[in-house]
C-alpha cells in the first residue's frame, strides 16, 4: 500500500545510487517536511514546542550514538561527557569571542570528536563489556576534569550563561525559531548518516560489526576506522551538547552525567540499533514517554487514588510504567521501534492479500 | 481546535488536553517542581507533601483575597530536561511563581524565569550569586545560600571555640560537585581574617566512600571543628564514619543538607549521634502554630496527622517555600488591588516580603529588590536525647563579606 518498487526503471547511475530511489520515499519525505517544517511550528503552542525541542535535541544525539553502537558495535557509556565537551568548548567560544552558531556547533563537534578519538584507542583491543568500562572511565575523567579546572568550568559553579544563537542577525528567542533551528541540524544529521552508511567508511563499519576478523582480511584498517566510527560519533555527542546549551541558556556538565549517557544507549537500543530511523523512534519514545504517562495517570488515576495521594503516586508509578513498556517492547520486538514499524509498513504493502 | 492539531502531531491522545486546562478563574497557580524518584528523594518525598498541606491549609481559610491557590507538582527526577518540561508546562498553565527543585535545573530555568517574567524560588541551593537580585532579577534564593551557609558555620564554631579562631584547625568536608565547592572562596576569606588553619576534604560522588578522608581528619590533622557540607546518603556515611574513628560528633557541624533527621536516621538513630550540630534555614520541630492548624485541618477529616510530619525538617522547609510564595501573591495582589497579578507583580511581592515569621518557623527575612537571600539568616540545631534542640536563634555570619562577594560575583 505505501511502497511500490514495481515500475521503478533506473537509467542512470545517478538514479541508482540515490539516496532515496522509490518515487513514494520522496513524495513521503516531502509530506513529512511539509508537516514538519511547514505545518507544525505554526499550529503547534509553546509548550507542544518545548517538547518538541527536547525530542529534536535527543534525535541528533541518538543518531551519533547509532552510528558507534548500532553500526561498528562499539560501546559507548561516556556519551553524556562528550556532549558536555562540545557544550562547554561552544560556551566559552560564545562567551569569549562571541562566535555564531555556525562557527561554535562544529568547534563544539570538532573537540568532542578529539576527545572521543582519543577515547577510542582502547577499542582496538577490548570489546564489548570491557570497552564499555573504558568509556565510563572517560566520562568520570570529563566530569572530574570540568568540576576541576576553573578555565574549563568558568567558575565555582561550573556554569557559563550563554545567549540565544542569530541567524542573519537575529536572535532566536521564541520556540518556533528554536524548533526551526534545530530541526535544521537533525536534518543534517539525518541526510548525513543516510549518506556516510552508504559510503566506503559506512560500508567499512558495517564490516566490522559483523565479523571484525573477517574486515581485517579482506584489507579494512580495523583501527582506522574504529577511530573513525569514535570520532564521528563523538562530533554528534558535541553537536547535541551545543544544541542543549543554546536551548537552555547555560552550560552545566551536570546536566550531561552518567544518567544521560545510559538514558541515550536506551534510546538506540529501544529504536533499533542499525538504522537511521531507529534512533528517532527511540528518542520519541525515551523523551515523551514519562510525559504521556503522566498526562495518562493525572487524567485517569483520579478513579483509584485520592487527589492527594495521586501526587505522591504517579511519579513512582510513572517510572515503573516507563520501566515495563520497555521491557514490552523489547520483548515484542527485540529489534527495536524501528523493526516493529518496518513489520507494520510490510504488513500493509500485501493488505490486503498478505498471506 | 489549535490545540487539538498539535496533539495529533504527537501522539493521538485526549489526556493531553485535560492535563493542560487553563486556570479557572479566581485562582491563581504556583508551579511546583520535586524530586520524589531521583537522587534526592529523600527530601523531596517530604518537602512536597509540606507543600501541598500548606496550600490545602491557606484554601480551607478561604484562599488569599479572595482568590484560591492552586498548586501543580510535577516529578523532575533531578533531570534538567524533565524541568524544562515541567517549566513550560507551567507557564502554559498561566503560573504567577515557580517552586523550583536542584541546583543545575535552577541554573537551567534563569533565563526562562527572566524571559517570561515568572519568579522562582530555590531555597538553600543554586547558586550562591543568585542572591543579588539585579543580576538574578527572577530567581530568589529566599534562604541561606552556600555562601551564608559557610559564613555562619565558621561564626558559630568561633562562637563555640571561645570566640577566637586564630591558631584553630577547622575542617572542610565536602561533597565534591559545583555545590559542594561554593562555599570554598568565603571559607578562604574567613581564613586569612580570622587566622585559623583550614584543610579540605573532597569526597567524591556518589559520596559513600569516604572512610581514608575521615581517617586523615580524626587521626592525622585533628582538627578543633569539622563543618560537613554533604547531600544524599553522604551525611549520614559521614557520621558513622566520623563515630567510628573516634572523632566527637560534638565537633561536628553538618550544612543544610546534612541536617535532616532522616539523615540521622540513616546513621543509626538519634542515640549513636549525640552531639552532632545541624544548620537549619527553617524551623525544626513540630511546635509551631501552623504545623497544629495542619494538624487540625487533618483531624477534622477524620484522619490522623501526615507521617512526613515527622521528618519535620524536611517538612518545615516545604512550608517555608510554599508560604513565601503566598506571601509574595498576598502582597501581589494589594499591588494590583486584587486583580489576578502576573509574575512580574509576584516578583514584586517576594521583593516586599518583611516580617513575615510564621511563628518563628521563618527567619527574620527581609527580601530586598537588590537582596533576594533576604538576609542568609540560619539556626543552629543540636542532636540530644532523641531530638533536635535549638542551640542559637535566628543568625547571620559575617554579612559584609557574604555581599561583597556576591556583589563581586555575576
Same mark, same amino acid.
Given at each position: 500500500m505505501f511502497y511500490r518498487e514495481a515500475g521503478v526503471f533506473k537509467t542512470s547511475y545517478a538514479a541508482d545510487m540515490a539516496m532515496m530511489p522509490l518515487p513514494?520515499?520522496?513524495?513521503?519525505?516531502?509530506?513529512?517536511?511539509?508537516?514538519?517544517?511547514? !505545518?507544525?511550528?505554526?499550529?503547534?503552542?509553546?509548550?507542544?514546542?518545548?517538547?518538541l525541542n527536547l525530542i529534536l535535541i535527543a534525535v541528533v544525539g541518538a543518531i551519533g550514538l547509532?552510528?558507534?553502537?548500532?553500526?561498528?558495535?562499539?560501546?559507548?557509556i561516556g556519551h553524556g561527557a562528550f556532549m558536555s565537551v562540545g557544550a562547554y568548548t561552544a560556551a566559552h567560544l560564545i562567551t569569549q569571542l562571541n562566535a555564531p552558531f555556525w562557527i561554535a556547533v562544529p568547534a563544539g563537534g570538532l573537540m568532542s570528536a578529539a576527545i572521543g578519538t582519543l577515547v577510542g584507542i582502547p577499542s582496538l583491543r577490548i570489546k564489548g563489556l570491557y570497552l564499555a568500562i573504558a568509556t565510563l572511565a572517560a566520562q568520570l575523567i570529563i566530569e572530574w576534569t570540568i568540576n576541576h579546572v576553573p578555565w574549563v568550568s568558568g567558575g565555582t559553579q561550573s556554569t557559563i550563561q550563554v545567549g540565544p544563537p542569530s541567524v542573519f542577525g537575529t536572535p532566536l528567542t521564541s520556540a518556533w525559531q528554536m524548533y526551526l533551528f534545530l530541526m535544521f541540524f537533525v536534518i543534517l544529521a539525518m541526510v548525513g548518516t543516510q549518506n556516510l552508511i552508504r559510503s566506503r567508511i559506512g560500508r567499512a563499519f558495517i564490516a566490522i560489526r559483523d565479523q571484525d576478523i573477517a574486515a581485517e582480511i579482506i584489507g579494512i584498517n580495523i583501527f582506522h576506522y574504529k577511530l573513525w566510527a569514535f570520532a564521528i560519533s563523538s562530533f554528534y555527542a558535541g553537536v547535541t551538547g551545543v544544541l542543549y546549551t543554546y536551548y537552555l541558556g547555560i552550560a552545566n556538565y551536570e546536566q550531561f552525567q552518567l544518567d544521560v549517557s545510559i538514558n541515550f544507549l536506551a534510546m538506540v537500543i529501544i529504536g533499533g540499533l542499525g538504522s537511521t530511523l531507529g534512533p528517532v523512534f527511540g528518542a !520519541?519514545?525515551?523523551?515523551?514517554?514519562p510525559i504521556v504517562t503522566r498526562r495518562v495517570l493525572e487524567s485517569a488515576g483520579g478513579l483509584f487514588f485520592s487527589a492527594s495521594d495521586l501526587?505522591?503516586? !504517579?511519579?513512582?508509578?510513572?517510572?515503573?510504567?516507563f520501566g515495563g513498556l520497555i521491557i514490552f517492547f523489547l520483548v515484542v520486538e527485540p529489534e527495536g521501534l524501528n523493526r516493529l514499524w518496518r513489520n507494520i509498513r510490510n504488513y500493509f504493502r500485501l493488505w490486503p492479500f498478505s498471506y | 481546535m489549535r490545540h487539538l492539531t498539535a496533539t495529533a502531531l504527537l501522539l493521538a491522545g485526549s489526556m493531553w488536553v485535560t492535563g493542560n486546562a487553563v486556570a479557572q478563574q479566581k485562582e491563581i497557580l504556583i508551579g511546583s517542581q520535586c524530586d520524589r524518584t531521583g537522587p534526592t528523594q529523600i527530601t523531596g518525598? $517530604?518537602?512536597?507533601?509540606?507543600?501541598?498541606?500548606?496550600?490545602?491549609?491557606?484554601?480551607?481559610?478561604?484562599?488569599?483575597?479572595?482568590?484560591?491557590?492552586?498548586?501543580?507538582?510535577?516529578?523532575?527526577?533531578?533531570?534538567?530536561?524533565a524541568a524544562i518540561e515541567g517549566y513550560e508546562r507551567h507557564k502554559q498553565m498561566g503560573e504567577v511563581s515557580d517552586i523550583i527543585w536542584g541546583t543545575p535545573q535552577a541554573q537551567a530555568l534563569n533565563p526562562r524565569l527572566v524571559a517570561d517574567k515568572i519568579p522562582g524560588t530555590?531555597?538553600?541551593?543554586?547558586?550562591?550569586?543568585?542572591?543579588?537580585?539585579?543580576?538574578?532579577?527572577?530567581?530568589?534564593? $529566599?534562604a541561606a545560600t552556600y555562601w551564608s551557609q559557610a559564613a555562619a558555620a565558621v561564626k558559630f564554631v568561633k562562637d563555640k571555640l571561645g570566640g577566637d579562631l586564630k591558631g584553630k584547625k577547622l575542617a572542610y568536608i565536602y561533597y565534591d560537585n559545583p555545590a559542594g565547592t561554593e562555599p570554598l572562596p568565603i571559607l578562604k576569606a574567613l581564613q586569612e581574617s580570622e587566622g585559623f588553619e583550614l584543610r579540605t576534604f573532597a569526597v567524591p560522588p556518589p559520596g559513600v566512600e569516604m572512610s581514608a578522608q575521615v581517617l586523615d581528619i580524626a587521626q592525622r590533622y585533628r582538627p578543633d571543628f569539622v563543618l560537613a557540607h554533604l547531600f544524599g546518603r553522604s551525611p549520614s556515611v559521614a557520621m558513622k564514619e566520623l563515630k567510628r574513628s573516634g572523632y566527637p560528633l560534638s565537633k561536628v557541624l553538618g550544612f543544610v543538607w546534612a541536617s535532616s533527621e532522616a539523615d540521622i536516621a540513616a546513621a543509626g538513630g538519634f542515640g549513636a549521634v549525640q552531639g552532632y550540630h545541624t544548620m537549619q534555614?527553617?524551623? $525544626?520541630?513540630?511546635?509551631?502554630p501552623v504545623l497544629n492548624e495542619i494538624k487540625a485541618m487533618y483531624q477534622k477529616e477524620g484522619k490522623p496527622p501526615p507521617k512526613e510530619m515527622e521528618t519535620s525538617v524536611y517538612y518545615n522547609r516545604g512550608i517555608l517555600d510554599v508560604a513565601l510564595h503566598i506571601e509574595a501573591v498576598r502582597h501581589a495582589l494589594e499591588l494590583t488591588g486584587g486583580k489576578p497579578p502576573t509574575g512580574a507583580d509576584v516578583k514584586k511581592g517576594f521583593e516586599m516580603i518583611q516580617g513575615f515569621s510564621l511563628g518563628g518557623l521563618v527567619p527574620p527575612l527581609q527580601v530586598t529588590p537588590t537582596?533576594?537571600?533576604g538576609g542568609g539568616w540560619v539556626q543552629i540545631f543540636q542532636v540530644k536525647g532523641d531530638g533536635l534542640v535549638k542551640e542559637t536563634e535566628w543568625f547571620q555570619g559575617y554579612r559584609d563579606l557574604v555581599l561583597r562577594t556576591v556583589n563581586a560575583a555575576s
Open positions: 513514494n520515499t520522496r513524495w513521503a519525505a516531502v509530506a513529512l517536511g511539509v508537516l514538519f517544517i511547514g !505545518i507544525a511550528p505554526a499550529v503547534c503552542d509553546e509548550y507542544t514546542l518545548s517538547v547509532n552510528i558507534l553502537v548500532g553500526y561498528t558495535d562499539q560501546v559507548s !520519541i519514545f525515551v523523551t515523551l514517554l501526587s505522591a503516586v !504517579i511519579p513512582s508509578l510513572r517510572l515503573a510504567i | 518525598t $517530604v518537602f512536597c507533601p509540606a507543600v501541598q498541606d500548606y496550600v490545602n491549609l491557606i484554601n480551607s481559610k478561604g484562599g488569599i483575597g479572595g482568590y484560591k491557590i492552586r498548586v501543580d507538582e510535577i516529578d523532575n527526577n533531578y533531570q534538567v530536561p530555590s531555597p538553600g541551593f543554586g547558586s550562591a550569586a543568585a542572591a543579588n537580585g539585579a543580576k538574578y532579577p527572577y530567581l530568589f534564593p $529566599v534555614f527553617a524551623g $525544626v520541630g513540630s511546635d509551631y537582596d533576594h537571600e
